[in-house]
């Protein structure tokens, strides 16, 4: 295939990357804003950001999805507020694999208005809105990525010159390698950890031959045992009244170590109902699946959960190395920024590509598979940050009695992302883009938190940074930021397109060493 085993894998790292590229580059979008998904979900209900902290207690959530679930419902499932999201959430889940969801005022009980939420950002992540079928993509999406990280660490022979090597002043290609570069080896232990963590978390899903075996294919049962999780089979006998549930967290509370934060309440409409609490994540590293659980009928204890065998622990350590819920807001940012690092090294990395076969995008035309690659470059990433901001605007324009109201906001986000890459398939778009997507980006940035000072008194900007807010405050300013630097790109990206064509020889010559290394 190649002449010699760099040349191979430089012809690996580049397909590899390509190939999946823009589909890494929407997980990494996601999985980079779901850090914070619970911070965003809390900012998308303005109706509580002015009232205060409740007491904890279940009883109005429980209350809630009694009185709105159908009969025979499999499991009553209610979360708690917590510092990152004041709302109460709960679910109705059913044996044929449907649910209901709703989010609830934590004191009164009352629904909320309907809105996607962080959660919309974190199921893009992991599946993509798209079942079972997208988690097998983003799967498959992770390994091509550790094969291109792994490629791009044996190319790279200079990885500490080329962390310390950015030119953004010289534009075009070297500027785009530079960027792919630095980010590249900046984010090269968090990419390398979140590639692994990734594929592992569903390795039950992915590498099924075990669960097949030892449990008829039975994943369920698989993971109840390995989380010694407890359950009772129905009677066929009617519930005749579930023990309140609040009267049982004083010795929950005892008893996990830690204030609950959820509570589940199985078969609510059988005798053979039970009551399960469990805590949050924010502790240790690993999950936190330790449960207690009650008799639904009069309260008794039932079962305390053991702590698990060694395999499982190190499964909920990479989970939760993956899913950043401890080391707090810190640790969140860190998650954060460095995602960012991971979408700017994939965007870059693309955009190398086009840039390197200039000249054959340039012969084939438009209606090409070069026009292709430059069209998907500029819909799929600069059109991307676009939805993500539209969606954030609908929640504030959108009537709050408005029926389907998450769906209306999910199709802002859709119908601005169609629109951005159907944008970039016009030829004079294509060739000088990014600085339009660039200065889109940052106008669509800089609107948000007017929006949300026109339409939201309680939430805006100045309102919470008056009351010490700094969770809410942060949506904003971030938003904020994120203009500026886009900003700044657009800046650049037209002045670069007002320098000459030609560059240095000596510029040219490296990159057309380059160019032959790795086509």
């Known amino acids: 295939m190649k002449n010699t085993f760099s040349q191979a894998m430089a012809w690996l790292h580049t397909w ?3 190939i999946i590229g823009w589909l890494l580059f929407v997980i990494f979008v996601g999985g980079t804003l779901a850090c914070f998904d619970k911070e965003i979900g809390d900012w998308m209900r303005p109706a509580l950001h002015d009232a205060p902290r409740a007491q904890l207690s279940f009883a109005p959530a429980i209350a809630s999805a009694q009185r709105d679930a159908k009969p025979h419902a499999h499991a009553l499932y209610v979360t708690a507020p917590t510092q990152r999201e004041r709302a109460t959430s709960a679910y109705v889940y059913y044996d044929d694999g449907s649910y209901d969801e709703r989010a609830l005022n934590p ?18 992540h992991y599946n993509l809105h798209a079942g079972t079928i997208g988690m097998y993509l983003v799967g498959v999406a992770g390994m091509f990525m550790l094969v291109a990280i792994l490629t791009g660490i044996v190319i790279h022979k200079r990885v500490f010159k080329d962390f310390f090597t950015f ?16 980010t590249g080896v900046l984010g090269l232990p968090f990419h390398l950890m979140i590639a692994y963590t990734g594929v592992a978390i569903f390795v039950a899903s992915y590498m099924f031959a075990g669960v097949q075996v030892a449990y008829n294919s039975d994943a369920d049962k698989f993971f109840a045992e390995a989380g010694d999780s407890y359950e009772r089979p129905e009677t066929g006998k009617p519930l005749a009244q579930l023990y309140p549930v609040d009267r049982l967290l004083a010795d929950a509370t005892r008893r996990l170590g830690t204030q609950p934060t959820w509570v589940n309440v199985h078969h609510p409409d059988d005798s053979s109902a039970t009551i399960a ?8 590293v690993a999950w936190n699946f330790d449960q207690v659980v009650y008799d639904a009928n009069d309260g008794k204890l039932l079962h305390v959960s053991k702590p698990s065998a060694t395999g499982y622990k190190v499964y909920t350590f990479l989970g939760g190395l993956h899913m950043a819920q401890w080391g707090g807001s810190a640790l ?21 590509w086009v840039n390197k076969r200039a000249r054959k995008v340039a012969e084939a035309g438009a209606v090409s598979g070069y026009g292709l690659v430059q069209s998907l470059n500029l819909g799929v990433v600069g059109g991307m940050p676009l939805g993500c901001v539209a969606m954030l605007i609908a929640n504030r324009v959108l009537p709050a009695g408005l029926a389907e109201r998450a ?27 990014w600085g339009r997507y660039f200065a889109l980006n940052a106008i669509a940035l800089a609107a948000l938190p007017l929006v949300n000072l026109a339409t939201a008194p309680k939430s805006h ?6 009351r010490g807010d700094w969770a809410l405050a942060a949506v904003d300013l971030t938003a904020l930021a994120l203009a500026l630097g886009f900003a700044l790109l657009a800046l650049r990206a037209r002045a670069a397109a007002r320098r000459p064509v030609s560059e240095p020889a000596r510029v040219r010559g490296g990159e057309r060493r380059a160019a032959l290394a790795e086509r």
């Open 107 to 124: 004191t009164t009980g009352e629904r909320l208005p309907d809105t996607a939420g962080g959660d919309f950002f974190f199921t893009l």
């Open 461 to 466: 900007l100045f309102a919470t940074l008056a």
């Open 332 to 352: 969140r940012w860190l998650y954060f920024c460095m995602g960012l690092a991971g979408c700017v090294m994939l965007a870059s990395g693309m955009q190398v």
């Open 167 to 182: 030119r953004p002043k010289t534009g075009g290609q070297r500027a785009w390698l530079d960027g792919h570069n630095l």
């Open 16 to 18: 590899a990357g390509l």
């Open 277 to 284: 609490f469990g805590g949050d994540h924010s502790r240790h």
């Open 407 to 433: 769906s209306w906001e999910i199709g802002a986000f859709c119908a601005a992302w169609i629109a951005a890459a159907l944008y970039a398939l016009i030829p004079s778009v294509r060739r000088r883009g």
